[in-house]
């Protein structure tokens, strides 16, 4: 799917501004933004420290209704840059409150405080939180998928079910 420039093919406002297209890749959004000094590792051990979580509790990000999470750093110049990239399956809306309150219940910050112009009242602000977002946001011009318009939730009980198949398969034999 092609989208334009805007990032939208009509304007609907949503509560914190416009809303994006589903697109066949669900929905989604990519921040770039320039990493605080000094915070490189900050960042990295966040990685890990999402890993962990995971791992301890693998349905700790479900409330986020998540297909893919992509982290890239980069420089640009003698500057290092936070690129951020999500697909998931609700809007942006959506998706910003149940992160914000997936931050609070479980204590663990968000990445977005190692990159410059993060607001401190994240918290207690959820607006924001959305501004910085929208702010760094960069609409994707193209987007494909291979299961187009597909869940999350419709992936993984398409999976349990060729697990069980094969299992049942398994116990003819």
Known sequence: MAIPAEGYFELQRGRYGPTYPRTPACYGFSIIAKVIP??????????????????ADPEVLAPLRLHYLRWVLFDIGPDLYFQYQGIFDTDFDKY???????????????????????????????????????????????????????TADEIKKALRLKAAFADMLDQMQ
């Open 96 to 150: 910003t409150e149940d992160a914000v309150g997936l931050f609070a219940a479980t204590g663990i910050e968000t990445v977005f405080t190692n990159l410059e112009g993060f607001p401190a009242d994240w918290r207690e602000n959820p607006e924001s939180f959305v501004k910085f977002v929208r702010e760094h946001h960069f609409p994707s011009f193209l987007e494909y998928g291979e299961y187009p318009f597909v």
């Open 38 to 55: 000094g915070r490189e590792a900050a960042i990295r051990a966040y990685g890990t420290r999402i890993e962990e979580a995971v791992a």
